[in-house]
């Protein structure tokens, strides 16, 4: 079977819509160069012959590729991905597809899964893969939900699920406040390591869902919201596969005989860990993390806020304390909207009718629960000695109380199972699920992220919730705006619940994001991490001097993956061989540019 | 004239040593493989032909090159360093060579600097160099001191002056606590600037000495003594020209119309900035830096603790309280030896003799100091309001008085001279040069510093201090350990000052900072940054897996800099075609790699 052939072969097709691309966009790609698109429109009778075969290489070929590699590893830890993607065997497998997918949900998926013990396996795996030109996709534990979870950038790509196999906690140093940990540790299961061995001396920072890896959760740039909350810069020191199979080990850990690869993170000569975030060149396999003191007390404290005009002059008082460290951990301030859903009931509890929930019936649910009748909820939390957290609370309250009407809520007066707790827990470096709870929404409910970065300032925080607000409404999405102020900068976090099963609402959803995406562009914003299908557009808006950081990316990733084999396309990334076939991205048309097409060699 | 014969014209040589290198080692390269040293031996009569021309490209080309550079950026933009380094000359052109060399003053000498006023020109330079094939070594104001000042690490390189025309703050944001810098911005102007705006809010972190560039310091990650004394972590944003000629802006900067590039360092995608610090992948032309809320009061504090024994408890004291930032800034433990050195009194007025001067005179005159009869002085300081302040300052008291005879000095008995006040300036971001008197211990004062990391321990800080003691017993050098505590690290600093006129001190110099360079990596210390003739030693303690760091900075360098014509050699990292010529640097021998062969195309 030719290549055009097998490509067509493999793609799945939906009436009205392409890979969740709104109907009038496929039209317009049909007409544009490049050929790919127009051999996946086969009908779906017609394709559906798991596995997915990456394209570039025959099935046959394929098929004995891996086999070879099963030989290697050992038969229980290759499995292909053979069986159809019904709902039970989709939710027992997470680690071969989005399980939060906005578009079809077999159009990013793997064609293969292995779990390597060791990183001398992860390099037998590259070595493999560069053997046979077969691109390969590294997760820690597949839970980058909202970004696109496990699933490959590039369809039919060999997972290597790092996590399953590669799951210790390599060294707690209590005298140091650090950790050594591989892929496979989670954020729960580091926590209660560190509880089990009675260091309560110490603390861990988790993002909003403790269940991800903390290796991938770094590795993406993701947050937290204890005072270490800024995951990349309280990392120290790495072990990476490159793509050509050798193994580094960054900053000290490049000393032999060394005791400071976990306290000093930079080493001598370049300081090359960042190049291994958000990218595709390298397999982390190892990393190190440093640890928070107990701070010796804390509190959290809520505040709410009437009015949604409250929203800029309240960023005008959060900008300072922040900076200056009063509010010390990230500074959240959540629509009532979002909190309502964060609570875990379906819409259809509140509202039947199609388009955003109305302001009226939100604002009759929200007087049920703390914000009352107010829009806006501030959640914070300080640390320290009783008298050192007064200080603070004190200037706080002072400042929040310029707003008129803001409200302190009363933490005592809450029960159990309000969301506050769920900040706080997490806030207090104790992994937490709860924020999760949102999903139910809607029936089978999937969310997927939208988060530009901006000052912290009243004008952009206005310019950002107003872009959002008009695209939700002009898609009819409920919009769940939070501001998550890191230290000089804020993220406007927009995550839109989807039925995953409704392909309408998912087309929509994406469509939204593409145009948040652009609109967010074209004020200057730029997001700060997305999802695999929005990567191709979001590294497009990085733009400067005619696309010369992307061009830098490029030459880095042609030199150290020659063969373009490992994550191609992740971060807008595409090797070589990918590189000027299929049809570019275009930011005006929103096309994803997935299924490239791949130079035969 | 032959590559071999213009090689040879152009190299120093005094009586009994050759580039600072210690006869027996001398003896040892002539024996060695490679051919280039045995050229460098020639009278020195023979060889007086300014300027130095780089190896690898002919004479007359070279000066054509010039031409054709001098033309193309202004007469007054080129200058050739054609003059003989007598004194007067040399000081007054501090940016061609190392103003504090331990080799021969002609050694690592420029062959001309060129001083582009935007980041076209520096384009345009790069452009040229790649050219005629000429390398280039970039600077920012040169004050690298005590690592090689201006010289470039290749002798003959035409030295990039960044500083002299690109010395504008673009940017001081008082609202986001930021400021855009360009390479000739010091310490010193960026304080006088934020006081000259009254923007009286916002600090800025200084290090030792304030005359050096921000950019240079930040880029060498080098440290100051506020809490914002790591300016790596705390810069946000770089622009940097690329050896090939492209210019990049990274983090947010690579969006079009961002207001973020300096308030969120990340943007999307692989975060770079780290492979350009230690590094010779680009010349950074501009760099965002954050600035430090005014703290709301500050207080500095001295303790002294009796005997060379306290060291080793004082680390197990210290650590937790830094790690827990109840010790806020670089928490710095210095030697009596020290302390006494930075008073800028020459070791004359005290001492006569050859060799260390002896412990009972250092004692003597310690007595006229706050430190007395004590051993180890420590320099911090506490910041916030009074109540915050005494708060941690209770901690740190009740901790430091466990050393028995522990000693706190009241700060309103010092007079306005003592060297407390200069910490006390630094540590409230004042920018000061006072460190620096300690070149006045000898004659033609120079210094050369050994900085070798290891965790805050008591064990490690034995270690290493035994470490120096007797190495610098067995050169007859004054011992003057601080050790300076980041964070969950330290940095024993140790600087050597020598009469850079006196031969014989130079080399035991020298081979003093060798052996302990090999001592520590052998017990598994590695430097955080080094001297330029350091750089291939220091890199080669960095050698797990086979060299695999090295080797992969090797590879990004051939991809981003094909021709090599970047700083050849910074950080131990070499081009190519500088590469397997000449002879290779050995830690056993301790030699100088300099003078590398350069392939001729």
């Known amino acids: 079977m030719s290549f055009a052939e097998e490509a067509a072969s493999d793609v799945p097709t939906l009436p009205g819509t392409h890979s969740g691309i709104p109907t009038y966009l496929l ?15 086969k009908p779906r009778a ?13 099935r046959d070929a394929f098929l004995q590729a891996l086999a070879e590699l099963k030989e290697e590893l050992g038969a229980e830890n290759l499995e292909v991905n053979d069986k159809p993607l019904t709902d039970g065997w989709y ?7 989005d399980m939060m997918t906005i578009l079809d949900e077999e159009e990013l998926v793997a064609s293969a899964v292995v779990y390597p013990g060791s990183t001398e396996e992860v390099q037998q ?27 490959p950038r590039v369809r039919g790509s060999v997972t290597i699920d790092l996590g399953k196999r590669m799951n210790k906690i390599l060294d707690i140093n209590p005298e140091d406040f650090t950790c050594l940990v591989e892929p496979g540790v989670s954020f729960y299961a580091l926590y209660e390591a560190i509880q089990a061995k009675g260091y309560d001396h110490m603390w861990i920072d988790s993002p909003d869902l403790g269940g ?23 990392h120290a020191g790495l072990e990476v596969v490159l793509p050509t199979g050798e193994v580094i080990r960054t900053g000290m850990g490049a000393l032999p005989g060394n005791n400071t690869w976990q306290t000093f993170p930079y080493g001598f000569g370049p300081y090359s860990d960042g190049i291994f975030s958000q990218s ?20 959290s404290f809520m505040y709410t806020f009437p009015k949604e005009e409250d929203l800029a002059p309240l960023m005008e008082i959060i900008r300072p304390l922040r900076i200056s460290n009063i509010l010390e951990n990230v500074a959240q301030l959540r629509h009532v909207s979002q909190s309502i859903a964060a609570r875990g009931l379906p819409r259809s509890t509140f509202y039947t009718g199609s388009g955003p929930v109305p302001s009226s019936i939100l604002h009759a649910e929200a007087a049920k629960s703390p914000v009352g009748d107010h829009t806006w909820a501030y959640y914070g939390m300080a640390y320290g000695p009783s008298h050192i957290r007064a200080h603070k609370l004190a200037l706080i309250d002072s400042e929040f109380r310029k707003i008129p009407g803001a409200r302190k809520i009363d933490p005592s007066t809450l029960p159990a199972d309000e969301y506050f707790w769920s900040r706080d827990r997490v806030a207090a470096g104790i992994p937490d699920i709860q924020e999760l709870r949102w999903v139910n929404w809607t029936p089978n409910g999937a969310h997927v992220a939208f988060s530009p970065v901006s000052p912290i300032r009243g004008t952009d925080a206005t310019a950002l919730f107003e872009l959002g607000k008009k695209r939700h409404e002009q898609y009819g999405i409920d919009f769940w705006p939070a501001f998550c102020v890191g230290l000089r900068e804020m993220h406007l976090i927009v995550e839109i619940v989807f039925d995953r099963h409704d392909l309408e609402r998912k087309t929509a959803a994406l469509a939204c994001l593409r145009d948040m ?46 063969n373009g084999i490992l994550a191609p396309g992740r971060c807008g990334i595409w090797p070589r061989r990918y590189r000027g076939r299929g049809w570019e991205m275009t930011r005006e048309s929103g096309l994803v540019s997935e299924g490239r097409g791949v130079e035969m060699d």
Not at 125 to 151: C, D, E, Q, T
Not at 523 to 545: C, F, K
Request: some cysteine; hydrophobic content about 35%.
């Open 27 to 41: 039209e317009k790609a049909r007409k544009a160069k490049g050929g790919i698109f127009e051999t996946r429109t």
């Open 46 to 58: 017609e394709r559906q012959r798991l596995p997915v075969v990456p394209q570039g290489i025959e």
């Open 91 to 97: 939710m027992e497998h997470p680690n071969t597809h």
């Open 125 to 151: 795996i590259v070595a493999w893969a560069n053997k046979h030109r077969i691109p390969i996709f590294p997760i820690s534990m597949g839970r980058n939900l909202g970004y696109g979870g496990a699933a």
């Open 212 to 234: 991800g890896s903390v290796i991938g959760n770094t590795v993406d740039r993701g947050v937290g919201y204890t005072p270490y909350g800024d995951h990349w810069a309280c």
């Open 280 to 299: 595709n060149f390298g397999i982390v396999t190892k990393m190190g993390m440093t640890l928070m003191p107990n701070p010796g007390g804390y509190e």
């Open 517 to 562: 995406v652009d609109d967010a562009a074209r004020l200057g914003y730029g997001e700060y991490r997305t999802h695999l299908v929005l990567m191709d557009q979001v590294a497009g808006t990085y733009s400067w001097g005619d696309g010369a950081l992307m061009k830098f990316n490029e030459k880095i990733k042609d030199a150290l993956d020659p």
